[in-house]
């Protein structure tokens, strides 16, 4: 996925909420912002007056939004437990991240039943994901399971990354915010972009999981 020198990026995660999969969510943020990179979390679903931002998750120091901007330089990442909001803006980029598949069926399956009038009255694959043909996504998966599923859902391979996550705890947290060795990959699109600090020789995205005190290394 090409960063440019005006990307941002923008992660979804649901306003309010703990669980694992915000906690990974807010890690990757955290990750990307150390790593020079303009990124925001996303709060969707939020309560008219009420602080979206769950205190559990304060620590990663991610700034936050409750809009974003559908720009083409701009890229919003979206988890598996959430296909409905890749109707969401037609010029962002989008990576999907499959943090769970059993995630994925059950929330496609309770959006289905429970759709609003509005969200037949185009096709159904322009509001969710539901494998339509998208050669501008990326996919992630943490398993060969995830990776499976989608391929044979008939996701080009090409568009398949490896991304880990980490471990949670508060040590971790201090790894983060004190500079772990992470190798991460992204493309620059143009010699006349300035570099971000966010390249490297590794041929995909990829997120190592660290345990408490000790690098990990690839």
Known sequence: ??????????????????SGGPELLHQLGSELLRRGLDVRMWYYGVQNGKYPQ??????????????????????????ESAPGLYGW????????????????????????????????????CDNV????????????VQSEYARQFIKQNRVPEQQIHFVGDYLQSITHAGQMCSGGALGIHARISSP??????????????????ISPGHRSST
């Open 1 to 18: 996925m090409d960063i440019y020198e005006n990307t941002t990026i923008f992660i979804a995660c649901p306003a309010n909420y703990a």
């Open 54 to 79: 769950d205190a559990a998750y304060r620590r990663y120091h991610v700034p936050f939004v409750v809009n974003v901007e559908d720009a083409p330089e701009n890229i919003l990442v979206i988890s």
């Open 89 to 124: 803006g037609a010029s962002a980029r989008k990576i999907f991240w499959w943090l769970s598949v059993d995630n994925y069926l059950r929330n496609l399956g309770s959006i289905l039943q429970r759709a609003p009038r509005y969200l037949w009255q185009k096709p159904i």
């Open 129 to 140: 994901y539901i494998f339509a043909p998208d050669e501008q996504m990326e996919h992630w």
């Open 192 to 209: 006349t972009i300035r570099r971000r600090g966010w390249h490297s020789r590794s041929s995909s995205w990829q997120l190592h999981q």
